[in-house]
C-alpha cells in the first residue's frame, strides 16, 4: 500500500545529506518537486554543485525511499534554474551551525564576489575569525578559524 | 550543424577534463594542505562540468555513447583541449598561473554563455558561472602572492607566465565550428569581446602582482584540431589506464 503524495514527500525532504549531517535535502533546498502520478512519483532535483560526489548518493537515497513507499521511482536532475544557498532553509542555518559549520550569507550576484564580511563562529559567536582557504573539505565550503575560542571550523560558502 | 555542435562541446568538455587530470596529479604535492584540498575541488567542479558536456555530446551524436565513452576510450589524437591545459605542472608557480590564465578567460566565456540560444548550454553555464567566480577568486590571488612576493617567487612566476603565455591565444581561436554557432546564436559572445574581457582581467592581477605581461609573439596551437604537444599522451595514458586495461568494469 503507497504512502499519501503529501507524505512521500516528507520522507524524500527528510533524507539526510550524506556529506553534511543531520542536514535533510529539504532544508538545503535541493528537492524541486515531489510529484505523483498513478503508480509512478517522480522526484525533480537539483545538484549543488556540478561535481558534487554527494549527488548520486542522493539519487540512490532518493529513489530507494520512493520504492520503500510503494512507488515507481523517476528520479531527475534539473540544472536550471542553478542552485543557489539562497534556498537553504531557516532550519538548515540552524542546524549546520549545530553541526559547527557557519551558514551561508546571500547569494552574490552572478559572476561578482562581493567584499569579504566577517564570519561568525558557529562554536562562540565571535566574528573575530579569518579565512584559512578558499575551499575547505568539500567544494561548497571553507576553512577558517576562530582568533577568539581558536577552534576551526567550516563555512557555507554563499553560492 | 549537429555535426559543429558536437565538436563544439567535445572542445569544451575536453578542456574541463583535461585540466582537471593536471591539477589531480599535483594533489598531495601543493605547498600547504589547504592548497591539495582546493586543487582537488577545483578539479572536482571541472570534471562535474566535464561530465555534464559529455552526457550532452552522446545526445547529440546520438549514437548511444555514454560520458565515459568519450573520457576514457577515444586516442589522443581525438581530444580537443586547447594546449594551455595540457602544458605540465611543472612547480607550483607554472599550475597556478596557468590556472589563472584558464579562469580569467572560463569566467566571462560561462558568463556569457547563460544567455546562449541551446538550452542544455545555458543551464550548464548558470551553474559554471558560480563556481569559476570562485575559482578565479582562488588563482588570482595566488598569482599575487607569488608576484608580489619573495624574489624567488617572483622570478618562478614570471618564468611562468613568460612560458605559458605562447598558449593563451588559441582559447580564443575560431575556426567554422564556432563560426556557424555564433551564428546560430549558441556562442556568446563572439571571440573578441572574450578576449578583450580576459585581457582586462590578466592586466589588472598582473599589475598588482608586480608582473609584466608577455609580448604576444607566435602562438602555439593545435590542440582544438588534435594536434597536441609530446606530454599529453602520457597525461591520456594515466587517465585511461584502469579503463583501457578493465574495459567496462564497475564497482
Known sequence: ?159 | MSDHLLTYVLRQGDRALVLAQRLLEAITHAPEIEEDMALSNLALDLIGQARALYSYAGEIEGAGHDEDHFAYTRDPHEFLNPLLVERPNGDFAHLIVRQFLHDAWALPYWSSMQHSTDATLAALAGKAVKETTYHLRHSRSWVVRLGDGTDESHERAQAALDALWPYTGELFDADGVEDALVADGVIHPPADTLHEAWRGTVANALEEATLTMPDDGVMQRGGRVGRHTEAFSYLIGELQVVARAHPGATW
Open chain 1, 1 to 159: 500500500m503507497a504512502v499519501a503524495g503529501a507524505e512521500l514527500e516528507e520522507l524524500v525532504r527528510d533524507i539526510e545529506d550524506p556529506e553534511l549531517p543531520h542536514v535533510t535535502i529539504g532544508d538545503l533546498g535541493i528537492v524541486r518537486s515531489v510529484t505523483v502520478d498513478g503508480p509512478t512519483a517522480t522526484v525533480l532535483l537539483t545538484p549543488t554543485y556540478t561535481g558534487c560526489p554527494a549527488t548520486e548518493q542522493i539519487s540512490d537515497d532518493v529513489t530507494a525511499i520512493v520504492r520503500a513507499a510503494g512507488y515507481e521511482p523517476d528520479v531527475r536532475m534539473v540544472m536550471s534554474p542553478a542552485w543557489s544557498t539562497d534556498w537553504i532553509t531557516e532550519r538548515g542555518h540552524e542546524r549546520l551551525r549545530a553541526a559547527g559549520i557557519a551558514p551561508p550569507p546571500p547569494a552574490p550576484e552572478p559572476g561578482t564576489v562581493p567584499v569579504d564580511l566577517p564570519v561568525a563562529c558557529p562554536r562562540c559567536g565571535s566574528r573575530r575569525t579569518r579565512l584559512i582557504s578558499q575551499f575547505g573539505a568539500t567544494a561548497c565550503k571553507a576553512s577558517y578559524v576562530c582568533s577568539a575560542c581558536t577552534e576551526p571550523f567550516e563555512f557555507f560558502k554563499a553560492l
